[in-house]
């Protein structure tokens, strides 16, 4: 019975990142294909009012379908500037945050035993953020889990650990969005400086892994933009702009693309996740894994994500575990 169990390969979940709740045909059946019974769905975000700096909810879910046939968890996105308001009223948050998830799952009536709250928190707003799991935590009485990134593991010490019943490690966005020829969501030579401490930690972790692209918009060799959903191959089917060398696009004629104006010469330096990278991924963590992942989350669930990879990518992925 121990073997068995140890041998099981980790689950297949994905992280839901839309305003509105609806599957297209493509997303139905990669969650069909790969037996997918648990998403991760980004209920709002917590964000700053502009004139009061009070904590508000931002583009909530709509949800157009009802998720019936999977368990629902919903995700919680807390910017970090939330966190570092000297005179937060950190109980009052968590309450209201955890009322609003509520009224959601009612409305919807979705059964909700899991929350995950997402916080890239600080030195400077650890005190803030560890008291909110806390308060949040007795309220809710639910399974909870929270997002860790990769210096949160190397430093826990100083960064300490959220109190909550499972962590999940978000093995990207590595560095910093630049001008330069690194890739900001995923680079081997960053994640092996951290590697190492994840025998060290203390606190369970699934993973989650990239599947998303971007194009990073540069004028003048400054950064003006962030373009999301864009990648290689659909740059180079379009004249406006040419390939000069494997993710950098130059913008031949001035032109507007997806409501955005790209200047002549303009530079997209496109960031995409290969099926290569996914696989080392779970190579190097494997190799420095002291206990199994549960669960692999992938980020995120999107048709034109998931039109980049073959079809048995996630289940190739999780059998390195």
Not at 22 to 43: A, G, H, I, P, W
Not at 128 to 152: G, P, W
Not at 168 to 186: E, H, K, Q, R, T
């Amino acid at each position: 019975m121990f073997s068995c169990t140890k041998n099981e390969k980790p689950v297949i979940s994905f992280y839901y990142w839309k305003t509105m709740f609806k599957f297209s045909n493509t997303e139905k059946e990669v969650l069909n294909e790969n037996n997918v019974q648990k998403l991760y769905v980004r209920y709002f975000d917590i964000g700053l009012h502009p004139k009061t700096n009070f904590p508000i909810p931002i583009s909530p879910i709509r949800f157009e379908e009802n998720p019936i046939e999977y368990t629902i968890v919903p995700v919680v996105f807390i910017q970090n500037k939330v966190m570092l308001q000297p005179n937060l009223d950190v109980e009052n948050l968590a309450q209201k945050t955890f009322d609003f998830i509520e009224q959601i799952n009612s409305k919807n009536k979705i059964p909700c035993q899991e929350i995950q709250i997402d916080c890239d928190w600080t030195l400077n707003s650890k005190e803030n953020y560890l008291k909110f799991i806390e308060v949040f935590k007795k309220n809710s009485r639910k399974k909870l889990s929270a997002t860790i990134r990769l210096h949160q593991v190397k430093y826990f010490k100083k960064t300490k650990i959220p109190n909550v019943d499972s962590g999940v490690l978000m093995y990207y966005n590595m560095g910093s969005i630049a001008p330069d020829s690194l890739n900001s969501i995923y680079d081997q030579k960053v994640a092996e400086r951290y590697l190492k401490s994840l025998k060290k930690y203390p606190l369970h972790l699934d993973f989650a892994f990239p599947i998303y692209s971007w194009g990073i918009h540069i004028r003048d060799n400054k950064v003006i933009g962030l373009r999301s959903k864009m990648n290689s191959a659909g740059l180079e089917k379009d004249s406006n702009f040419e390939k000069t060398s494997p993710n950098f696009f130059r913008v031949k004629h001035s032109n507007y693309k997806n409501g955005v104006f790209y200047e002549e010469n303009d530079l997209l330096k496109i960031e995409e996740i290969k099926t290569e990278d996914l696989k080392e991924m779970a190579e190097d963590l494997q190799d420095n894994l002291v206990e199994k992942p549960n669960e692999i989350i992938f980020y995120d669930l999107d048709e034109f994500n998931l039109n980049n990879y073959e079809k048995n990518i996630f289940k190739q992925v999780v059998s390195w575990f």
